[in-house]
């Protein structure tokens, strides 16, 4: 069965310096997203992303955090000077068939990978 | 500020019992809704998802939806202690003709004694 995965699984950094974090996606999906869960707190949106460009961001994105499609089947979360608060499990998704697939389409989690900033 | 509500639990129920979990949404303009499980230290995993008022029934798992009262729930027949995870609740907001993203809630912890 396909499946989202993502590497690393566990990446320890220091304050300040720049991190990748990077996904592969379901083969056949269009649709990608990161998401993230500090310690003992909720899954939180961070991203969509479509057709090459960003489709939605939250608040928590801000000019820190950029995302990359570099090729046809990579998707990267970059964080260009890591705080302490960084910290936490990032989760890339995917979904979608096409856009005939609806809105209703069920996005699918990798494995995720934990970031620490010391 | 848009809210997914979940009672956090711990929930305990013996094997062999249902499971009911619940879940309140503040957004009127939601479309989709999912609930996912959860183990400690791993990703969200899908249960099933649900849009129209009702319920949905996949094996041992029936979703319920109540738009009226913003309210879904999760029924887990015949719990399992395998079934033990943290069940989370995930609306889709309504965004045009994007896929739009997932608001979570907290999560239920579910705990199935043997």
């Known amino acids: 069965e396909p499946e989202v995965t993502q590497t690393p699984s566990h990446q320890v950094t220091q304050m300040g310096q720049e991190v990748i974090l990077r996904c592969v996606p379901i083969?056949?999906?269009?649709?990608f997203y990161w998401y993230r869960q500090i310690l003992g707190q909720k899954v939180e949106f961070l991203v969509s992303?479509?057709?090459?460009?960003?489709?939605?961001k939250s608040e928590i994105f801000d000019d820190q955090f950029s995302v990359e499609r570099p090729d046809g089947s990579n998707f990267t979360l970059k964080i260009r000077s890591t705080k302490l608060e960084d910290s936490a499990m990032y989760f890339c998704?995917?979904?979608?068939?096409?856009?005939?697939?609806?809105?209703?389409?069920?996005?699918?989690f990798g494995p995720g990978t934990r970031l620490t900033v010391l | 500020q848009k809210e997914v509500e979940q009672n956090s639990g711990p929930l305990s129920v013996p094997e062999g019992a249902i499971a009911s979990l619940n879940c309140t949404y503040s957004?009127?303009?939601?479309?989709?809704f999912f609930w996912y499980r959860q183990y400690s230290g791993k990703s969200p995993e899908l249960i099933m998802f649900?849009?129209?008022?009702g319920d949905k029934e996949d094996g041992r798992f029936t979703a319920q939806l109540n738009k009226a009262s913003q309210y879904v729930s999760l029924l887990i027949r015949d719990s399992q202690p395998s079934d033990s995870a943290t069940y989370l609740c995930?609306?889709?907001?309504?965004?045009?003709?994007?896929?739009?993203?997932?608001?979570f809630g907290k999560g239920t912890k579910l705990s199935v004694k043997p």
């Open positions: 998704a995917s979904s979608g068939g096409g856009r005939a697939a609806g809105f209703y389409n069920e996005q699918f």
């Open positions: 083969s056949n999906h269009l649709y």
């Open positions: 992303f479509y057709n090459n460009e960003i489709s939605e």
């Open positions: 957004d009127r303009g939601s479309q989709s």
């Open positions: 649900i849009y129209s008022n």
């Open positions: 995930a609306v889709k907001r309504r965004y045009g003709g994007s896929q739009g993203n997932l608001i």
